[in-house]
């Protein structure tokens, strides 16, 4: 019986690697101290009624962020590994196995566990202030999509501790990721890890681009809608179309593993090729959701710190939307190498540059808004100027790739490391870091220390390009990926070393943003006058910071692009408001609509976890009882009438009150 234990849980278990040993011992000790401090100040029921349960869109926003830095801090730690591995050559710091599964797990977390979460925050915080609305269009569905995210990344994160994580590459191709070349259970949380939360990524897509559509507040039209919220659109309407193409993919490639259905497998009569054409459909799309919120935020810092409306609204727009569309025709790029012949490599090659015009005219845009602006330069606004020069060098290595016959070049080499890092942080990164210091008052009430964050922006910039232009010339002296050591005369290690510092000069950048955060909580200095930086121009800095839970207590009418700036002109020049303002601000308050909070998504999400989990190890008991648990809470949710209330005229004054008291 011991035995048999013993032998259980040898198998279940990673072990005999003293990182892994030390992370577990890190884990254990970190949800101990949890369990510790919630029970000691008896902090369970606050947890479970206030945020584990919450509807609220700006909570769950929340707790999309804090899962993505969490997420940002295991993929940053996955990149350094990498990176102390290949500053010297035959170095035996990782094993081959061990390097594979970390570059595996880097390239899925920060892709689909971080930039993803940290994207969907964002939107959950702002579109509907953005819009003048008080909740996004499905709250319930808004939780059960968090919790689905949550359910699938800690599947695909226990891979690390439990069984083993998957090693065949982020996009996983066949045959490798087969039960020939992946015998393990590594790959099989990686597809429901994945599967999970993409159904979660899914329904967000649809609940925004339906919030968009039809919440928008009385005289707000399509081109009059803030660019963030633009750029939310175009990124919602390329997950509705990218994400269904990944979960069939996945799905064939559980079936291959599960009941050898050799969709993929030549020997079976499958074809690999397949997949790669299925994974790049939603994997090239899926870099262009990422981005192109970035975009969105872009614009709005530029249009503030620089007091001017954005340059080239309409052309903003068509930019975004054509994005949007062209990211579905430029997938093959990524094998130009494969055999595709003339005609196809030079189709996607033509339509992969297009891109790159909408591209470029949002970049003269921005340019064009700063100039004869009345330029101030907060941490939003440093972070957005340093993202236009290190797009552009991204963009045109990009344009370089997208050439057949050089791609033959540089296919599968560090250059193309160096590109999609470049892209990634420099567009992504940047992006979302300009979007949480500029909005971090409006969903917490004070500001980040601006000095600590100078700090952080000039030791991630510095560190990222010590880091990534190495690479470039590592990719033109012959360095290909995806090894994890090499010869000494290949004379590759100077520049290795030098990005290794940079990727550590990175680390440090993180370390300052975590005293950054810590520091502000410290000492903050509350703000709750709403219009934080005095230079908002949309409708969140209408109302007060943080944001009261139904959002406005009247909901207002808009007459102008950047409503709310052209509102504070009107009165700096001493003008009326249009009639319609007037009525919509003076009206009498009413009762407010309000979902209630709901434990169904928690659970429904924790026996889809149940059920992920009998998938990967096989057991039919634990995927008909996670199952059978899906099941149930959807009927409970069925039959639950009570779901919703209102409040009061009363407590919206109270709350209006305290609100304006504390502005004061």
């Not at 190495?470 to 590759?492: K, S």
């Amino acid at each position: 019986m011991l035995e048999t234990i013993k032998e259980f849980a040898s198998e279940f278990f990673v072990t005999g690697d003293p990182l892994i040993l030390g992370a577990q011992v890190s884990i254990g000790l970190a949800m101990v101290a949890i369990v510790f401090i919630l029970t000691f100040f008896k902090k369970w029921r606050w947890l479970w009624t206030e945020w584990l349960t919450t509807v609220d869109h700006k909570k769950i926003g929340i707790m999309y962020i804090i899962c993505a830095i969490l997420m940002l801090f295991r993929g940053g730690v996955d990149a350094l590994l990498m990176r102390v591995q290949l500053a010297a050559p035959e170095l035996e710091f990782l094993n081959a196995e061990h390097y594979n599964a970390i570059f595996t797990t880097h390239g899925v977390i920060m892709i689909l566990f971080m930039a993803m979460p940290l994207m969907f925050g964002l939107f959950n915080i702002i579109v509907p202030l953005q819009l003048g609305a008080r909740d996004v269009a499905f709250p319930f569905l808004n939780s059960f999509s968090f919790w689905m995210f949550f359910a699938g990344a800690m599947l695909f994160n226990v891979s690390f501790v439990i069984g083993g994580s998957p090693d065949a590459g982020w996009l996983s191709y066949p045959p490798l990721s087969e039960i020939s070349g992946s015998p393990g259970v590594g790959q099989d949380f990686y597809i429901w890890g994945i599967q999970i939360s993409g159904m979660g990524s899914l329904a967000t897509g649809i609940n925004f681009v339906v919030t968009i559509l039809k919440m928008r507040a009385p005289g707000m039209k399509l081109m009059k809608m803030p660019m963030f919220s633009w750029s939310t659109l175009a990124s919602s309407i390329t997950i509705m179309f990218a994400f269904p193409i990944l979960t069939v993919t996945l799905f064939l490639l559980f079936l291959d593993r599960y009941l050898g259905a050799h969709f993929f497998t030549v020997d079976g009569g499958g074809n690999p090729m397949m997949y790669l054409n299925l994974i790049w459909m939603w994997g090239h799309p899926e870099v262009y959701i990422v981005v192109l919120p970035a975009f969105g935020i872009f614009s709005e810092v530029v249009a503030a710190f620089s007091k001017k409306r954005i340059f080239g609204y309409k052309s903003m727009v068509f930019a975004l939307m054509s994005i949007s569309f062209f990211s579905f025709f430029t997938w093959a790029h990524h094998f130009f190498t494969m055999g595709s012949g003339a005609n196809v490599n030079a189709f996607f090659a033509v339509t992969t540059m297009i891109i790159a015009i909408p591209t470029g005219v949002k970049v003269f845009n921005w340019l064009f808004t700063m100039y004869r602006g009345k330029l101030s330069f907060p941490t939003p606004m440093m972070w957005t100027v340093a993202f236009i020069p290190c797009f552009v060098i991204g963009g045109m290595t990009g344009v370089l790739l997208s050439v057949a016959p050089a791609d033959f070049q540089f296919h599968n080499s560090y250059f193309l490391i160096a590109h999609f890092h470049q892209v990634l942080i420099g567009g992504v990164v940047f992006g979302y870091f300009a979007g949480l210091y500029y909005w971090w008052p409006k969903m917490f009430g004070f500001k980040l220390h601006e000095g600590l964050g100078k700090w952080a922006f000039w030791l991630w910039n510095i560190g990222f390009y010590v880091c990534f232009m190495p690479q470039y010339a590592l990719g033109l002296m012959g360095m290909t990926r995806r090894f994890n050591e090499y010869n000494f005369d290949m004379g590759w290690q100077p520049l290795n070393v030098v990005s290794t510092v940079g990727g550590f000069i990175m680390g440090l950048a993180f370390l300052f943003q975590v005293w950054q955060i810590a520091h502000s909580i410290r000492f903050l200095k509350k703000d709750t006058s709403g219009d934080n930086w005095g230079q908002g121009r949309t409708l969140e800095w209408s109302i007060p910071s943080p944001a009261p839970f139904y959002n406005f207590a009247r909901i207002p009418h808009v007459v102008d692009q950047d409503d709310w700036w052209e509102k504070k002109e009107r009165h700096a020049r001493g003008e009326a408001d249009p009639a319609e303002v007037i009525a919509a601000d003076t009206a009498p308050l009413e009762p407010i609509h309000m979902p209630k909070n709901s434990g169904i998504p928690i659970i429904m999400s924790g026996f889809w976890f149940v059920a992920g989990f009998g998938f990967v190890w096989d057991w039919k008991w634990m995927i008909i009882l996670g199952l059978v648990g899906v099941v149930v809470t959807m009927l409970a949710r069925s039959f639950n009438y009570d779901d919703d209330y209102y409040v009061s005229v009363e407590e919206i004054e109270r709350i209006e009150a305290a609100a304006l008291k504390g502005a004061k």
